[in-house]
């Protein structure tokens, strides 16, 4: 059977905790032969490195652009603004735990 989700189903979605035991259930029902991985694991074996991927950027893309909007609202220059991507440093331990870290200088 199919579960079909509409974008009323976001804010329970949204509520839900990852040790939900109902959803630790549904994964390892789905993984049963990745037992002994880790929920992340399973989790991204269900949806695909590639899908997962996609998302991510998606979401990254939208973050970017609301913190731009928000900015540019503020008065500041977009020439005043730019991403890059964190360090080795900055991202260690970051693994599937979205952080943000802005890094700012006055300029000249």
């Known amino acids: 059977m199919e579960l079909e989700l509409a974008g009323v189903d976001s804010p329970c979605i949204a509520e839900l905790s990852t040790r939900d035991s109902a959803f ?6 789905r993984t049963a032969s990745l037992a002994g991985k880790s929920l992340h694991d399973r989790c991204l074996a269900l949806i695909g490195a590639a899908e997962a991927e996609c998302i991510a950027g998606e979401i990254e893309y939208a973050r970017r652009e609301s913190t731009m909007q928000y900015l540019l609202a503020q008065g500041v220059t977009p020439a005043r603004v730019r991403y890059r991507d964190g360090t080795a440093e900055e991202l260690a331990g970051q693994r599937g735990v979205p952080g943000y870290r802005f890094v700012y200088d006055v300029g000249e």
Do not use: D, L, P, S
């Open 24 to 29: 630790t259930a549904f994964v390892e029902g």
